[in-house]
């Protein structure tokens, strides 16, 4: 990894709020400690909105619940409202519309201070001239928290976070990692039951992204943290998260758990942001009930209105049955463990299909697609999803598709 990805500083506001779990943690476990965590916070988000100026609102009328104690990821494209809406939630942003709740209790007036929450950011560096030690106590110090506690604080918080060998070093001697924890550690220090994180992996090189999700994923259920994390990267939310909100310009596309999101996008932006690679997104004929472009595709019944079917790469197979579809391959990815293969349906190019190993074929060559009426989804010209069909579209009729 890069020394500057690794000097990359993160940093957290935090602000004291009484949550007796880092000792619980520690004597009693994390599963004990995260049920018996007597403070967590749920979050409601009424009617939320930020509007700068004259501009379109960058959040658009939010309405969210965020249960106590999970870990909800805000999701979505650059711009699309969610580091505002964080920022609302943190009290750093005053909503034009709508009321924050945290626990019940209206905060949209309060301070940042007042709301108790920890906060970590990408952009926050650790202070360079201050040790770890320095750096994790420095918001109970700006507090003015009882000194007595300090020593206590700072020797659990780097034992949850394996800090302990490093307190005398200061950020320029810390790998990207060891900085991350003591950013974290900052924000583990103040015992909030919320915990704000706003792109805080999004320095670090991938391996230690992925260690490091774990880490925090692991430290959110053993302390019980009711977290909202921000990520414009799906697999960081689909990994980490309880629930994933999926932003488009400024309101919530949807609101669901990973394996619902996954299962079934309420939209095609939901469908497109989801899955690597995303779902196909097949168009139809309009009202003729078959994939565009292909003259002889079988029929079979769709719900009204169906403008594009929905089908997960992996969800296609490469084979030939009764029910298959003449495909033209138009490229072929490798990955090891499987490939995707890239095909032409009708008129519909790019359709990926995932299969396993190294499938060997060239451009041009035929292939035949096949899937499961229960992995279909259905969207209509707007792009909503329609309930699913009684039947497959290509359980009708079977008859091959000639690619124009
Ligand atoms: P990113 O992933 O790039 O950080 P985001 O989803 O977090 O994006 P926001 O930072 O919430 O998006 O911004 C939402 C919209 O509000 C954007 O169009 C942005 O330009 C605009 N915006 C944010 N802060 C301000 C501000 N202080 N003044 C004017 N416009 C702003």
């Known amino acids: 990894m890069p020394g500057s990805a ?5 940093s957290v506001i935090s602000l004291q709020y009484s949550l007796p779990t880092l000792a619980c943690f520690k004597h009693h476990g994390a599963a004990l400690c995260a049920a018996s965590a007597r403070n967590m916070s749920s979050i409601v988000l009424e009617g939320l909105s930020r509007q700068f100026g004259t501009a379109r609102p960058a959040v658009d009328n939010v309405n969210l619940t965020i249960q106590a104690g999970s870990f909800t990821v805000l999701l979505g494209p650059s711009g699309c409202g969610k580091s505002t809406t964080l920022r609302m939630i943190a009290g750093l942003e ?8 945290m626990n019940g209790r209206d905060v949209t007036a309060l301070s ?7 906060m970590v950011f990408q952009s926050y560096a650790l202070f360079p001239h201050l040790s770890v030690r320095e750096n994790i106590l420095f918001g109970l110090k700006v507090r003015k928290e009882p000194r007595e506690h300090y020593a206590e604080r700072l ?3 780097a034992r949850v976070l394996g800090l ?6 200061k950020p320029s001697q810390l790998s990207g990692g060891q900085q991350q924890r003591v950013a974290l550690g900052r924000a583990v220090i103040s015992e909030a039951s919320v915990c704000l994180m706003d792109e805080p992996l999004s320095n670090l090189d991938a391996q230690l992204r992925q260690e490091m999700r774990r880490e925090i994923r692991a430290l959110q259920q053993s302390l019980g943290i009711t977290m909202v994390y921000v990520t414009h990267d799906q697999t960081e939310a689909m990994s980490m998260a309880d629930r994933v909100v999926i932003m488009n310009g400024g309101r919530i596309e949807q609101h669901d758990s990973p394996d619902a999101l996954y299962a079934s996008p309420a939209t095609e932006f939901a469908a497109r942001f989801i899955g690597t690679p995303a779902m196909n997104l097949i168009k139809l004929e309009p009202g003729h009930r078959r994939i565009a472009g292909c003259n002889s595709a079988p029929l079979g019944p769709t719900p009204e209105g169906a403008s594009r079917l929905g089908i997960r790469p992996e969800h296609i197979e490469l084979k030939k049955g009764d029910n298959s579809l003449d495909a033209l391959v138009e490229s072929i990815e490798y990955f090891g463990a499987d490939s995707i293969v890239v095909c032409r349906l009708g008129s519909n190019s790019g359709v990926a299909v995932r299969t396993k190993g190294h499938f060997q074929a060239l451009p041009g060559s035929a292939v035949q697609l096949s899937w499961r009426a229960e992995h279909e989804r259905f969207f209509d010209a707007k792009g909503a999803a329609l309930s699913a069909p009684r039947t497959s579209l290509l359980s009708g009729r079977a008859r091959p598709c000639d690619p124009q």
């Open 155 to 157: 020797a659990r918080t």
């Open 164 to 169: 302990e060998d490093l307190l005398d070093r």
């Open 112 to 118: 940042p201070r007042e709301r108790h929450i920890a």
């Open 6 to 10: 690794r000097r990359q500083a993160q």
């Open 94 to 101: 005053m909503p034009t519309a709508g009321r924050i709740l």
